[in-house]
């Protein structure tokens, strides 16, 4: 087996149960730099059917990875608060790349290169016009940046890697307002990305939006045997999060989602929702020409608002409309009560 390379259609035949254990086996084998990261489990009994799939869809157990994505998704980064004497908002947020383990599905740990502990990293959040101080400390193995989206000086826009030990701080101004984006910008890029260095960065507008049920959300994927195919695809780095545990909602509550995509070796990801349509906002601008829809696209670094409202209880289920990427861990429910 450990000459073997197993792709994500592998996965779909085997059942998804049945591949968590051999994907583990292989990654243990032949990629991974830690010991113990993965169990292969007893797959003999594995068939190709739905009923493998569906038991680690509907597995109930709420695991370390489980617990990480839950808590991405209504955690927000408000920063240190300060004022200066300028009467301006300043806030100061301390991030520190590090080597961990992540564990992306049941049994299932990547080797990643993280912002502060967890893939996605934390969700950092401010006002338009702020003055913004992100301290940055370097502890992982490798050269690493923050790149933020927005507008802010050319020196602060994270080109210049930042050796393993060493740290800068990036100071600017908060603007534009909307959803952006950071991640690490050091060479070979789709590495450090797929590695897990990126995250989501709200600036909020000064008037503020209508009050909400908010949530985070961070499409990505994770490739174990290094084939340039992944084999998870995941919202906030853990597979089928929300299936078994749905995210509770109110009726006819307004939620807003803070959706983006960081799925590497994928041109498109995808967020599918049933029964209801919603708003999409792109970029997080409220004028920039919205759709109402049930089905938006996004290119990798894409971004965009999400809001709803429920007209009736239940459970509305939302993924990706790639059945494969579907499949391979991206869907989850809403349940409205």
Known sequence: MSDQKISRRDMLKIGTTGALGIAGSIYLNKVSPFTGVAHAENHSSSHNNHSTNHSNMYDSS?????????RLLTEFDYGKVTKLLDGRTLREYEIV??????????GIKFPGWTYNGT?????????????????????GSHPHSIHFHGIHPPEMDGLDPIAPGQSFTYEFEAKPYGLQLYHCH??????????????????DPKTPREPALELNMVMNAFDLDLDGANEFYTVNGYAFAFMSHPIKIKKNELVRIYLSNFT???LLNSF??????????????????SQFTDTIMQCQGE??????????????????????FAELGWMGFFEVE
Not at 62 to 70: H, I, L, S, V
Not at 315 to 320: I, N
Request: aromatic letters at 14%; one cysteine or more; charged letters at 25%.
């Open 303 to 324: 971004r965009g608002i999400i809001e709803v409202r429920f007209p009736y209880t239940g459970k509305y289920m939302f993924h990706a409309h790639v059945s494969e």
């Open 186 to 203: 050091v060479l070979p890029l789709r590495r450090h990305i797929h590695k897990g260095l990126y995250g989501n960065f709200i600036i």
């Open 97 to 106: 790349a590090i080597d961990k383990e992540i564990e992306i599905a049941k």
């Open 119 to 139: 893939i996605p990293g934390p969700t950092f959040r401010c006002t338009e016009g702020d003055l913004l101080r992100f301290h940055f400390i370097n502890s």
């Open 272 to 289: 599918h929702l049933h029964a209801n349509y919603f708003t999409y906002l792109p970029t997080g601008r409220n004028d920039n020409p």
């Open 264 to 266: 590497e070796f994928d």
């Open 62 to 70: 709420k695991t370390e990875g489980y617990k990480m994505a839950e």
